[in-house]
């Protein structure tokens, strides 16, 4: 969706290194690459495949799984194999925490068949042995071609850098106050920890970076910082976003703010699943964002009114479901048969005062009758109206317009 040329839009893409993992670009002028993680326990080899592959199918770009314990690292090849006999090459990343450079080191074949490392530098070992164990990892990585992620998290934060820079405000002319403080220590965390992993011999594009909040302002900050301060590959997200809509206005709004400034090569929607839910859907709200945003396309967008005190029938609704679930059901044939099908724009509207006027802005829009209008559903194709439908089954002709339209 081209914007009109007296808005300016988002800013320039920050400029980053571009890293491969696997065969995704991140950053460097890549499209904004869409990841998610699994929460299986790694080691239910067949499990994870279903859940990976569920994952891809939604339209998950990367997967990250966790890797906490023998029984994970050693499941991991098998899930590559697992993965591969499906034809699904979606790249893995291993999340590591604690014994991450022990697991590495121990399950060579888990540490070949990842294509990513992710690391948290205020985890990464245990007090004393942490510059080691972080060395370790990045040795590995370096040994396999593998790209690291550094991601730093304020639940988990490098707590003798925080002590460090908390002594040092405390004494300063100027002292900060305790969140400014913290935030800092997260950006440090960082970048001091890529540029240890530079002089170990990972070379920057080999590195992604990361530093997650669960607050909105404090990740914005954050995030703005990071990316003022180096040019390194930026994976964003909000972490311990929350359930439902909290956690998807929570992440949306930070997140939109940050991408609308040119920062982030690859996002992730951390949402808090509910119980027995479909993990696939911070795929689908992390595609929604960017496509809202206007910077990918990934399934035609279907625009629809709220409905109100003109819409006392449920026939409105019904049809702007039934058409949004017709086209995500019917998206991957589409795809292979119709290339650029992503870009459509449908309109179901509820009823003639922004029916007509929405549905021309669409490639295709139908128009209900509001309650105590003609009960006739006019059609437009292109800004022009096209047909009036009537009876029972609008819902059936007007789908079957929708494919028509795109056949054409
Ligand atoms: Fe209500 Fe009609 Fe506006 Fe929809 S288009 S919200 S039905 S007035």
Request: charged letters at 20%.
């Amino acid at each position: 969706n081209p914007l009109p040329n007296d808005l300016a839009g988002p800013a320039a893409r920050h400029v980053t290194t571009q890293v491969m993992v696997g065969n995704v670009a991140v950053g460097g002028g890549a499209p904004i690459v869409v990841q998610s993680m699994t929460n299986t326990d790694t080691a239910d080899i067949a499990g994870t495949v279903e859940q990976v592959a569920a994952l891809t199918r939604a339209g998950s770009e990367l997967v990250r799984i966790t890797v906490d314990r023998e029984e994970a690292a050693a499941a991991v090849p098998h899930i590559r194999d697992g993965l591969r006999k499906r034809g699904i090459t979606t790249p893995l990343i291993g999340d590591f925490h604690y014994i991450g450079h022990k697991l590495l080191a121990d399950y060579p074949a888990c540490a070949e068949a990842l294509d990513k490392y992710r690391i948290n530098p205020g985890n990464v070992g245990f007090k004393n042995k942490r510059d080691s164990q972080f060395a370790d990892i990045v040795e590995i990585a370096i040994k396999n071609n593998k790209a690291v992620r550094i991601g730093a998290n304020w639940g988990s934060l490098d707590q003798e850098l925080l002590t460090k820079l908390m002594d040092e405000n405390a004494v300063s002319a100027k002292p900060r106050d305790v969140r400014a403080v913290t935030r800092e220590a997260m950006v440090q965390s960082a970048l001091l920890s890529a540029a240890r992993a530079e002089e170990i011999g990972l070379p920057k594009n080999k590195m992604v970076l990361s530093a997650k909040v669960s607050a909105v302002q404090d990740l914005i900050a954050v995030y703005q910082d990071l990316a003022s301060r180096s040019d390194y590959a930026i994976h964003l997200g909000l972490t311990e976003a929350g359930m439902g809509s909290k956690g998807i206005v929570a992440s949306s709004a930070a997140l939109g703010i940050l991408l609308q400034q040119g920062i982030g090569d690859t996002i992730r929607i951390s949402l808090t699943p509910e119980p027995g839910g479909d993990r696939s859907l911070e795929v689908q709200v992390a595609q929604e964002l960017l496509q809202t945003m206007g910077f990918r396309t990934f399934v035609p967008l279907v625009a629809a009114c709220p409905g109100c005190g003109r819409t006392t029938s449920t026939t409105f609704q019904e049809l702007a479901r039934s058409i949004q679930d017709f086209i995500r059901v019917e998206m991957p044939a589409w795809k292979t048969r119709y290339p650029g099908v992503e870009n459509l724009n449908v309109a179901v509207m509820g009823c003639i005062v922004n029916g007509p006027g929405e549905s021309k802005h669409a490639n295709i829009g139908i128009s209900l009758p509001g309650t105590g209008e003609t009960p006739a559903a006019p059609v437009f194709v292109d800004g022009q109206k096209f047909r009036t439908l009537r009876g029972a089954n609008i819902s059936g002709e007007f789908k079957a317009l929708v494919i028509d339209y795109i056949e054409q």
